[in-house]
C-alpha cells in the first residue's frame, strides 16, 4: 500500500458496458485527490488512456509504449493538404491563365445551344477526371516511398501502414473527386459565364477583376506557401543540429544501460563484470536521465521555513557520478548502500541550492531536508546536468540511494570493439541472471531518440517542401508563358521600336518580380510566428536568425527568377518580323 512508489505500475481495466473513460478518468481523480492531498509530499496524478491511443497519445512521466503526441499527426496531414491546397491552386491558376484559348470554343458552343450549366459541367468533368489520373499516378509513386517511409523512427511511433482494401480505395477516389471538383469550381464558373458575342467579337478585351487578377492573388498564396515551407525545412535542420551538439553535463559516449527486471538482478551483474577488462566502471540508477522520464516529490527544509519545493529525484548507486562522469563541487559521495543507513543522505544540483536559498554549495552541506522517507542529510552538491530530455530545462534535482528503486544497470566500456564486449556482458548476464531476459541499450543512442523523430519530421517537411516549391514553379512558368504568349505582338512592335533585350526581359519580369515582393512580406512575419510555435516546445533551441529567412528568400528568388527570364529572354531574343506575320 505505498502510494509513493507508483511510477514503474501499469494498470489495465475492463471497463463495465456503458461505462466510458471520462467515467474512469473521474474515479482516477478521485483516487489522487484522497492519496495526494495538497499538503502531500509526493503529488501524482493518473491518467485514463484506451489502448486506441497508446501510440497517439500526449506525453506522461511513466510510459509502457512508444507515443507520440497526436498533434505530430495532425501537423502533418494539415501540411499534406496544404500542399494539395497549393495544387488546387495552380490548376485554378492556370485553367483561368488558359481561358482566353478557350474562349472561341466556349462562344461557338453558346452559339449553338449550349447553356451556361452544360460549359460548366463540361469544365468540371474536365478538372475531375484530371484529378483521378493524377490519383492513379499517385498510387504508382506511393508504392516506392512507402518502404523509405515505413523505415523512419517517426513510423515506430505512428505505426501508419499501407494496407489496401476496397473502403480505403473508395475513400482515396472520392477525396479525388472532391479535390478535382474544388480545384474545377472558380475556373468553371469564370469561363461558362464568357459573353459570346464579346468572345467572338474582340477575345483580348475579356478581362478579370481588371488589375488585381486572381490568377495573381492565387500565385502570390503560392508563393507563401512555398516560402513558408523552405523557411521551415531549413529551421528544422538547424534544430537537429543544435540538438546533436547539446551539452547534457554528463558523458554520454560508451555507456551501456541494461534493463534489470528486478533489483536483486544489479549486484550479482555488478560482481560478476566487475573484473571484465573491457568494462571501466558499473552503476546503477532509477531510470534513465535525459530520455524523457522523471519523478518528482515535496521536500522543504528540517529546520527553520516548511514551505514545501517541487523537485525531481533520482536513485542512484554510489558509482553513478564516475560512470556517469558527473562532477561533485561540494561535499562528498553517497555512502556505498550496504544497509538502510544510506538512504538518509542525499546529493543535491545546483539549481537546488539556488532555490532553497542556499548561500553557497559549501554551506548546502550538512544541511537537512523532509522528503518521502523522513529526514536526509545533504552530503554533497554535483553539478548541473540535463536529467530531464532536451523539450525541457534542467530543474531541481535530489539524488538518492534506494535499492529497492533500480531500474537499470550503466555500464562503461572501452570505445573499442563495443558490440563484442556487449556479447560478452550479455553471456555474463545470463549466467548471473538467467530467469530475466537482457535487454540493453547504448546510451548515446537513447539519447538521439527526439533528434531521429525531428529528422524524420525534417524529411517528410523537405518533401512536402519540394512538391510546394515544385508546384508553386509550375504555376509560375505556366504564368510566365501565358504573360509573354498574350504580349507577342507589343514586344514585338517595341523591338523595331528600339527597344533592348534587357529592356523587354525587365518589362515582362517587373511584374512577377513585384509579385514576389508582395509573397515575401506576407510570408516572413507568417514563417516568424509559426516556427516559434513550435520551437516554443524546446528548451534548448536555434534563434530564429535573419540569415535563416534570407537562406530561404534567396533561394525562391533564384528559382522564380530562373524561370521568368528563361521565359522572357525567349520572347525578346525572337524575330519581330516573324512574331508580327503569325499574329
Known amino acids: 500500500n505505498d502510494w509513493s512508489n507508483v511510477w514503474t505500475t501499469y494498470t489495465y481495466i475492463l471497463l463495465e458496458k456503458g461505462k466510458s473513460k471520462a467515467d474512469l478518468q473521474v474515479s482516477l481523480n ?83 445551344g449550349a447553356t451556361r450549366k452544360h460549359v460548366f459541367a463540361q469544365f468540371i468533368t474536365e478538372a475531375v477526371v484530371i484529378s483521378l489520373l493524377a490519383l492513379v499516378m499517385a498510387t504508382g509513386i506511393l508504392y516506392f516511398l512507402k518502404i523509405a517511409f515505413s523505415g523512419l523512427m517517426l513510423n515506430q511511433y505512428l505505426n501508419i501502414t499501407f494496407n489496401e482494401n476496397i473502403p480505403l480505395v473508395l475513400i482515396f477516389i472520392g477525396f479525388s473527386i472532391v479535390i478535382g471538383v474544388i480545384a474545377g469550381t472558380l475556373p468553371s464558373f469564370y469561363i461558362s459565364g464568357f459573353n459570346p458575342v464579346q468572345i467572338l467579337k474582340n477575345v483580348s478585351r475579356i478581362t478579370f477583376l481588371k488589375k488585381l487578377t486572381l490568377r495573381k492573388v492565387l500565385l502570390v498564396v503560392q508563393f507563401c ?38 533489483t536483486e538482478n544489479y549486484q550479482r551483474f555488478a560482481q560478476a563484470v566487475a573484473s571484465d577488462k573491457n568494462v571501466l566502471g558499473v552503476s546503477a540508477c532509477s531510470f534513465i536521465p535525459a530520455t524523457g522520464t522523471n519523478m518528482g516529490t515535496m521536500v522543504h527544509k528540517a529546520e527553520g ?74 552530503v554533497g552538491v554535483v553539478r548541473d546536468f540535463n536529467f530531464r530530455d532536451v523539450t525541457q530545462q534542467s530543474g531541481v534535482l535530489v539524488l538518492r540511494n534506494r535499492i529497492k ?10 570505445g573499442k570493439n563495443t558490440m563484442a564486449t556487449v556479447a560478452d556482458l550479455e553471456k555474463t548476464w545470463k549466467k548471473v541472471n538467467p530467469n530475466s531476459k537482457f535487454e540493453y541499450k547504448f546510451l548515446d543512442q537513447q539519447l538521439l531518440g527526439v533528434s531521429s523523430v525531428l529528422e524524420d519530421l525534417a524529411k517528410v517537411l523537405g518533401l512536402l517542401a519540394f512538391l510546394a516549391v515544385f508546384i508553386s514553379c509550375l504555376g509560375l512558368l505556366g504564368m510566365a508563358i501565358y504573360t509573354t504568349e498574350t504580349r507577342t505582338k507589343e514586344i514585338s512592335i517595341r523591338k523595331i521600336l528600339g527597344a533592348s533585350v534587357g529592356q523587354i526581359a525587365i518589362l515582362l519580369s517587373k511584374g512577377f518580380v513585384y509579385l514576389l515582393m508582395i509573397a515575401i512580406v506576407i510570408a516572413v512575419p507568417l514563417s516568424f510566428v509559426v516556427n516559434n510555435l513550435w520551437l516554443n516546445f524546446f528548451a534548448y533551441r ?22 521568368i527570364f528563361s521565359q522572357t529572354l525567349k520572347v525578346a531574343l525572337a524575330n519581330p518580323m516573324k512574331s508580327l506575320r503569325t499574329e
Open 405 to 414: 528503486q533500480f531500474g537499470y544497470a550503466n555500464v562503461k566500456v572501452y
Open 225 to 262: 506557401i512555398s516560402l513558408t515551407f523552405i523557411i521551415s525545412t531549413t529551421l528544422l535542420y538547424y534544430q537537429i543540429n543544435y540538438l546533436l551538439k547539446v551539452d547534457y553535463g554528463f558523458d554520454k559516449n560508451n555507456v551501456v544501460n541494461i534493463k534489470l527486471h528486478k
Open 305 to 378: 521555513s516548511k514551505d514545501s519545493l517541487q523537485v525531481n529525484f533520482l536513485d542512484i548507486d554510489a558509482h553513478f557520478l564516475d560512470v556517469w562522469g558527473l562532477k561533485l563541487i561540494a561535499g562528498k559521495n553517497l555512502p556505498e548502500n550496504t544497509d538502510t543507513t544510506a538512504e538518509r543522505y542525499v546529493l543535491i544540483n545546483e539549481k537546488m541550492v539556488k532555490d532553497f536559498n542556499y548561500k553557497t554549495s559549501q554551506n548546502a552541506v550538512g544541511q537537512r531536508i523532509a522528503l518521502e522517507g523522513g529526514i536526509a542529510e545533504i
Open 30 to 112: 478521485q483516487i489522487t485527490a484522497k492519496q495526494y492531498p495538497k499538503s502531500s509530499q509526493d503529488q501524482f496524478d493518473f491518467k485514463a488512456v484506451t489502448l486506441s491511443e497508446i501510440t497517439l497519445s500526449d506525453p506522461i512521466g511513466n510510459v509502457s509504449y512508444l507515443s507520440v503526441p497526436a498533434t505530430v499527426l495532425i501537423v502533418l496531414s494539415v501540411l499534406g493538404l496544404i500542399v494539395m491546397l497549393s495544387a488546387c491552386l495552380n490548376y485554378t491558376n492556370l485553367s483561368i491563365a488558359k481561358a482566353l484559348t478557350r474562349a472561341k470554343e466556349v462562344g461557338i458552343r453558346k452559339v449553338a
Open 542 to 563: 536555434v534563434s530564429l536568425g535573419v540569415e535563416i529567412f534570407l537562406m530561404g528568400i534567396g533561394l525562391m528568388l533564384i528559382i522564380s527568377l530562373l524561370i
